[in-house]
């Protein structure tokens, strides 16, 4: 740099005091607002603008808890938490607050009384969508019609079809509203039909058609859903090698259940986490209607830990439990299923547990655990999306008799243990995790389908 390009002593001067300037100006701006805070103040009207398509009545409601301020400081910290709440329902694509002195001439000279002015800019409501997907051991391409702030209360209506490799064919159509313009609470109504082809574990296919209703709302322990759902099934299309045991399963079913699930989820990421825990727990019982009758629960934990060096950590554990009321056999399509790499690798796909011929049948109870420890791949150490993997996992799934005693159960469960352990790589991608590994069954069932080798799991949830 030259010297006429170099700044002068007296611009530095100049540029100092413009600084010291603006520091003390700030200053007394913060000053001022500290000294008035904790005056009297109150909201005299909100004007909102941009809102063509919201309900004026639901904008009102989001708005009506900074009337209640009694300072300049409420008024400011109530109308942010109005503003925060307005973005969080995902209808605008911008919201602007400022405040005022009152617009009313009347009102001019009051001191005591502010107007709040909304500015906001709305998302466009529809919103079409399609592409292919992968994860959790199926692919499938898939197009969808969302309709946001239908009723001009948040409200969204959505419908969707998707064909993929398992699922052969879905379609869904669901309207959900906030409830007393609530972001945390919604209610929802949602209508399905569905085609799975099982084939690939055991030799038939099923439909399902059904609907349900269902509240969803956070609470300071987490997220909870409570739904009502009534399914209609159908076991049909027994290959020919089908085992007696699922031709005895097929036919219609009418299933109407209440769910409940609790999530609390404290991890860093779901994916790929390196820190944190998590735990989900599902319960329904079936035996409103229909010819099915059982309480089921689920309960899934997971813990993750890591270092300043890229190690990580992580233990899971998973356990459920089906127990028929009615004193008859469960239906398959109610039963758990176990094995595969995103489960207990080192096991084909729904290997685990009871069968018959070449027949996964699925079982009443089972536990899962897996260990993992996640370290920087060499050559890739600089990336922390690709990771070496080692990993061990054990898991049991058994079946349960109507009337079968408890020690019994847990007796058929911890007996003969299924184990596994391996070592590959994982690649988190920012839609699904990626895992090729390679599995050594360590100790098996009879009835196991093993899978010893090359394992690869595309997903989100991992054992």
């Not at 209609?232 to 020919?240: A, F, G, K, L």
């Not at 020690?407 to 988190?428: E, F, Q």
């Not at 699904?432 to 360590?442: D, M, Q, S």
Request: glycine share 8%; proline share 4%.
């Amino acid at each position: 740099m030259s010297a006429a390009q170099q700044p002068t002593q007296e611009d530095l001067a100049a540029h100092r005091k413009k600084q010291q300037e603006f520091e003390e100006a700030a200053i007394k701006i913060q000053t001022m607002v500290d000294n008035i805070r904790h005056d009297p103040m109150k909201l005299h009207k909100i004007t909102i603008n941009g809102a063509t398509k919201t309900r004026e009545s639901f904008m009102h409601r989001i708005l009506a808890p900074a009337f209640q301020a009694q300072s300049l400081h409420e008024v400011i910290g109530l109308s942010r938490q109005a503003v925060r709440k307005m973005e969080r329902f995902g209808i605008f694509d911008d919201v602007k607050m400022q405040l005022d002195s009152p617009s009313d001439a009347w009102l001019r000279d009051r001191k005591d009384m502010v107007d709040l002015g909304i500015w906001v800019k709305e998302s466009s409501r529809v919103q079409i969508k399609t592409g292919t997907e992968a994860g959790n051991a199926e692919a499938s391409m898939y197009g969808a019609l969302t309709v946001k702030n239908v009723f001009g209360g948040a409200e969204t209506l959505s419908t969707s079809m998707a064909f993929g490799t398992r699922t052969s064919s879905a379609f869904q159509f669901a309207l959900a509203t906030p409830l007393l313009a609530d972001p945390d609470k919604n209610l929802s109504i949602n209508l399905f039909s569905q085609a799975r082809n099982n084939t690939q574990w055991s030799s038939y296919e099923e439909e399902l058609k059904g609907g349900s209703l269902k509240y969803t709302t956070l609470s300071p322990l987490g997220y909870h859903e409570f739904a009502y759902e009534g399914q209609w099934r159908e076991i049909c299309r027994p290959s020919e090698k089908a085992s007696l045991s699922i031709r005895e399963q097929c036919g219609h079913s009418l299933k109407s259940a209440l769910t409940h699930m609790w999530v609390h989820d404290q991890r860093d990421e779901p994916l790929m986490p390196s820190t944190g825990h998590f735990i989900r727990v599902i319960q329904e019982y079936a035996g409103l209607g229909g010819d099915v009758e059982h309480l089921r629960q689920e309960v899934e934990a997971q813990i993750a830990r890591s270092n300043d060096k890229g190690y990580i950590v992580s233990a899971s554990v998973k356990s459920g439990y089906l127990h028929s009321l009615n004193g008859k056999p469960s239906k398959i399509s109610d039963r758990f299923f176990l094995g595969g790499p995103m489960s207990v690798r080192g096991f084909k796909s729904n290997g685990l547990g009871p069968r018959e011929g070449d027949d996964s049948l699925g079982g009443d109870a089972y536990i899962a655990a897996g260990v993992s420890l996640l370290t920087p791949f060499p050559g890739l150490a600089e990336r922390d999306s690709f990771k070496a993997h080692f990993f061990a996992n054990a898991g049991s799934l058994v079946s349960v008799k109507p009337g079968q005693s408890a020690t019994k159960t847990v007796d058929d469960l911890t007996k003969t243990p299924s184990v596994s352990a391996g070592a590959g790589i994982v690649y988190r991608h920012p839609q699904v995790r990626i895992e090729l590994n390679f599995a050594l069954p360590l100790m098996a069932a009879k009835t196991d389908a093993v899978s010893r080798g090359w394992q690869l799991g595309l997903g989100i949830s991992f054992l």
